[in-house]
């Protein structure tokens, strides 16, 4: 089933394989500009049914590692417009991540030095990629984040919704709003992060209120067909606690994206990242509740992923380290070919080494 084609809303794919989103600041710098190169590295890999980019920054204040390309100044719009043109020049399919790390974040990468923002004041255990106390590009502890204000809330909701009419502007098929993996709209649906006494914190709906109201704000620019979002319930990383009622948030949220008649839901697996995994049984209680596209990606193989298609736990499989180092990885999965290994010493930063140059099957 991975290699039939599927109509997502309007957009007809190729097949049911998904590029998922990476990180790899490669973005020109200064000002955060998407570049020919990677043009080059996206439109290599327009084989796969659906290509979600990289996450995109929706403002300054939502950056957490250096280069990483933005979608909040017309040239980052105008550097994005080489991606989509590329992607679609070769019969692809693209949405684009809009992304906010809040806490995962440090104060160099903010205006004026300010503290990055959360859901509450908690900080995180973990790394950003900023400089150095030498003024030098390196992994730096997160900084101390403050709690969101309600007109702090306001603006990020607006940065999501500029975000969403720029990438239309851009060309991109919709937007994929990073609901994931330990950043701003997770660190409000944990109530291991989020401590607000506000419509913000507290009970479930109001904990996926800041999510709800981003996933409306860039269905009023797009329309529901072309916005996706993507959860990784039960994941660790960037120091989320285990939240015990995870499910009950998941199938709330389910049942709320239903309603609004989302693109689709991206689950990102974490047991790829040595966390736990999303489990089975959490997937069938969101088809119960979601009509909608069912992404589900992290440590996939062929065979898993076709047995999740056969069972109706997903619609779309995606993969990501492997469409590194596998630019036609369609193809090898489909002759079961041999598959290359990325090098994670160039999945960040640098040029073409490791991001342009793995080579295609030999016809
Ligand atoms: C990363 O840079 O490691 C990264 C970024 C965004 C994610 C996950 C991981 O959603």
Redesign the pocket.
């Known amino acids: 089933m991975l290699f039939e084609t599927y109509s997502l809303g309007n957009v007809n794919l190729r097949n049911r394989i998904v590029m998922g989103?990476?990180?790899r600041?490669r973005a020109a710098h200064p000002g955060d500009v998407p570049t020919a190169l990677m043009a080059e590295h996206y439109a290599q890999r327009a084989s796969a049914g659906l290509i979600v980019t990289?996450?995109a920054p929706v403002s300054p204040q939502g950056r957490?590692?250096l280069w990483?390309p933005g979608i909040y100044t017309p040239e980052q719009v105008q550097g994005w417009k080489l991606v989509t043109e590329a992607v679609h020049g070769k019969g692809g399919r693209v949405f684009v991540?809009i992304?906010h790390?809040g806490r995962v974040s440090h104060v160099s990468l903010q205006e004026n030095g300010q503290a990055p923002v959360s859901a509450s004041d908690v900080t995180a255990n973990s790394q950003s990629?900023a400089y150095d106390e030498n003024g030098q590009p390196g992994n730096v502890p997160c900084s101390p984040p403050q709690a969101l204000t309600a007109a702090g809330i306001r603006a990020v909701v607006d940065d999501f919704r500029r975000a969403t009419v720029n990438a239309l502007a851009a060309g991109f098929d919709g937007v994929e709003v990073?609901g994931?993996?330990?950043?701003l709209l997770d660190q409000f649906l944990n109530p291991g992060v989020n401590a607000r006494r506000d419509d913000y914190g507290g009970s479930i709906p109001n904990r996926a209120r800041l999510l709800l109201e981003v996933v409306d704000a860039a269905i009023a620019a797009a329309g529901a067909q072309r916005v996706g979002v993507?959860l990784?319930p039960h994941g660790g990383?960037?120091d989320m606690p285990e939240d015990p009622d995870t499910d009950a948030m998941v199938c709330y949220l389910a049942e709320e994206l239903e309603r609004r008649g989302v693109a689709y839901i991206h689950f990102?697996d974490q047991v790829s990242?040595g966390f736990k995994p999303i489990g089975e049984d959490l997937l069938r209680e969101v088809k119960k509740r979601y009509r909608g596209t069912v992404i589900v990606c992290g440590g996939m193989s062929k065979e898993q992923g076709e047995r999740y298609l056969a069972e109706g736990l997903a619609d779309l499989i995606g993969f990501g380290q492997l469409f590194i180092s596998n630019p036609d990885l369609p193809e090898r999965l489909r002759r079961d070919a041999e598959l290359a290994q990325p090098d994670q010493a160039t999945?960040?930063g640098g040029g073409a080494a490791g991001y342009t140059d793995y080579p295609f099957l030999a016809d």
Do not use: D, L
């Open positions: 989103p990476m990180t600041c990289e996450g957490g590692y990483t991540q992304w790390v990629f990073h994931a993996n330990g950043y993507r990784s990383f960037n990102m990242f999945f960040y």
